[in-house]
């Protein structure tokens, strides 16, 4: 299985480095969190990782733009970070749409992912806003029968 290591750190890029010297697939991190964005996605990228940039709810994609071509993986947080079960900021999916609009105009195979509040009822919206891959938490964990929870998720997205 792939190892997908989401680091929320400063400073940034001793941690990127030993993640992905560890055996990390893919190294994603906030890009406030670095003081140089595009040094750090290259020190990720030169110890043979994938790398991402995530975005938490009020972080502007404007840095996206300048370093897409070094970029794997886009994370929106449709949560604020912090702890589970957070219900989902609806105002993510404007950034999710603004965001495969960035992917798309890029002609790079990247992925966007949505982290926070991913639930059934939601995750078909999520998906039709333009990400392709869901970290679901609480939504799963939370229940007596995960396969039954992963089941009707996946319903959702066939539809």
């Not at 603004?98 to 790079?108: M, P, Q």
Request: aromatic share 6%.
């Amino acid at each position: 299985a792939p190892i997908d290591v989401h680091l929320m750190v400063q400073p940034v890029d001793a941690l990127a480095t030993a993640f992905a010297k560890a055996g990390a697939d893919l190294v994603s991190f906030h890009p406030d969190a670095s003081t140089h964005v595009d040094r750090t996605l290259q020190l990720i990228k030169a110890e043979g990782c994938q790398a991402g940039l995530v975005f938490n709810p009020a972080e502007p994609l404007d840095v996206l733009e300048w370093v897409i071509d070094k970029v794997d993986l886009v994370l929106i947080m449709s949560v604020n970070p912090g702890f589970g079960g957070q219900s989902f900021i609806d105002s993510a999916l404007r950034k999710i749409e603004k965001a495969r609009r960035i992917i798309d105009a890029s002609g790079r195979d990247i992925r966007l992912e949505v982290d926070g509040g991913i639930k059934v009822d939601n995750i078909r919206r999520v998906a039709d806003a333009g990400a392709d891959t869901f970290v679901a938490g609480s939504a799963i964990f939370g229940q007596p029968d995960y396969a039954a929870v992963i089941a009707a998720m996946r319903a959702e997205l066939a539809r």
